[in-house]
Nanobody
């Protein structure tokens, strides 16, 4: 599975961005898609995840109510709509895929495939 993330950029606080992650290759082997982020000097952290089939979603508390994850099965694309952005949302955002449904969608160790990140910078 190959993952290609895009949509990052520079935005002012309070603004919005939409990230996209296109999956290719053996996409049938991916059942959960997730977004993670890593800010400079910090560990990578979970943002949101969605199941391909049912569309079940799960969010980190820090983004709940501001970010929305969705997917377009036909386009093999997962989106992360980010509203009311804050400077603390500044990070490189990564999309990831995992082959097993299971639990702990927030755990990056459970993900099998990773894309290159896209930079999101929120100015104050």
């Amino acid at each position: 599975v190959q993952l290609q993330a895009s949509g990052g950029g520079l935005v002012q606080a309070g603004g919005s961005l939409r990230l996209s992650c296109v999956a290719s290759g053996r996409t049938f082997s991916s059942v959960i898609m997730g977004w993670f982020r890593q800010a400079p000097g910090k560990e990578r952290e979970f943002v949101a995840a969605i199941s391909w089939r049912a569309g079940s979603v799960y969010y980190a508390d820090s983004v709940k109510g501001r970010f929305t994850i969705s997917r377009d099965i036909a386009k093999k694309t997962v989106y992360l709509q980010m509203n009311s952005l804050k400077p603390e949302d500044t990070a490189v955002y990564y999309c990831a895929a995992r082959a097993m449904y299971g639990s702990r969608w927030y755990d990056d160790a459970q993900y099998d495939y990773w894309g290159l990140g896209t930079q999101v910078t929120v100015s104050s």
